[in-house]
């Protein structure tokens, strides 16, 4: 026997649940390619409703508002043009630390903890981590990589570098939300108007090649600043640079640690070799692939 239209009514509404928009979308990001569609859902559906990831579990059942729906809805079309989520929300963890990130910075990379890793450990080698530090990145982008080391080191001091004013003011922010305030940040090219001697230097520098960036996944290519991807011809620009100039920064003993693009590792080595300074095995990432090169002063 048909339903009655109350019923019928009654049954869509319980459709347009929480839990049944997300689970939508997330059919959706699936279908578009997005391997983190489950993921991706929750937290824009969690963003628009401003609910955390229990509290959007705990909701699952609840009918949602025209107005939600319609909230939700703006949101996840962005996704699926693979605008990435953090751009979306406008923030990234990166090693427990909430980021903010705006158009003028790179989104902060899980594997780009890796470089962390290995500073800290550089770090630990040679001593207590409360001893008075003092730490460059150069090419700081959001911060992500000198607040993340600032917030293990109670007596480190930093200072980031980059070229781009608007990329600085994201930093400084990010630096003055978390408390940082043992961070400065400086506008030039990379280590250009340092002066040292530094105990740490880092630096997640442009890495790609040129000519592969128009075939990068689109959150990517399409959403990433250009400038925080283009290492020039082979992908190896900037760590020239750094080659030139960090032997005349570091302290004796100091440290220096880079992010490496995948298979970069030999070739980096060399620039460093060839610089004088002592070359150690890469840091893998949690893929496998060398991801943090660390060398030092003789």
Not at 15 to 31: D, H, M, N, Q, S
Not at 139 to 167: F, H, K, Q
Not at 170 to 180: D, E, I, K, M, T
Request: charged share 25%; with cysteine; glycine share 8%.
């Amino acid at each position: 026997m048909p339903a009655s239209p109350e019923i019928a009514v009654d049954a869509d509404r319980d459709a347009r649940t929480i839990g049944a928009v997300r689970r939508e979308w997330a059919k959706r990001f699936r279908a578009r390619g997005i391997d983190s569609a489950e993921l991706d859902a929750r937290v824009l559906v969690g963003y628009a409703l401003s609910l955390d990831h229990a509290a959007i579990a705990a909701a699952d059942n609840r009918p949602l508002g025209r107005n939600e729906e319609t909230a939700i809805a703006a949101l996840a079309e962005r996704r699926l043009a693979h605008e990435p989520v953090a751009r979306i929300v406008g923030w990234k963890e990166f090693w427990s630390l909430p980021l903010r990130v705006d158009a003028s910075t790179l989104v902060p990379r899980p594997e780009t903890e890796t470089v962390v890793e290995a500073a800290l450990a550089a770090i630990d080698s040679a001593g207590p981590r409360a001893r008075p530090l003092c730490i460059a990145d150069l090419g700081t982008g959001s911060g992500a990589i000198l607040l993340a080391l600032l917030s293990e080191l109670p007596n480190a001091r930093g200072i980031g570098t980059d070229v781009s004013c608007a990329t600085l003011f994201a930093a400084r922010q990010n630096a003055r939300r978390l408390g940082l305030d043992r961070a400065r940040f400086l506008a030039c090219d990379m280590a250009a108007a340092l002066r040292g001697p530094f105990d740490v230097i880092v630096s997640n520098p442009p890495y790609i090649a040129s000519h592969e960036i128009a075939a990068l996944a689109p959150e990517v290519r399409d959403f990433d600043p250009r400038g925080a991807l283009d290492g020039g011809t082979d992908g190896l620009d900037f760590y020239r640079s750094i080659a030139a100039a960090v032997p005349a920064l570091l302290a004796p003993g100091g440290a220096l640690i880079v992010e490496l693009g995948a298979w970069q590792s030999r070739a980096v080595a060399a620039l460093f070799a060839a610089g004088g300074l002592v070359v150690l095995p890469p840091r893998p990432d949690l893929s496998g692939i060398p991801r943090a090169l660390v060398a030092k002063m003789a």
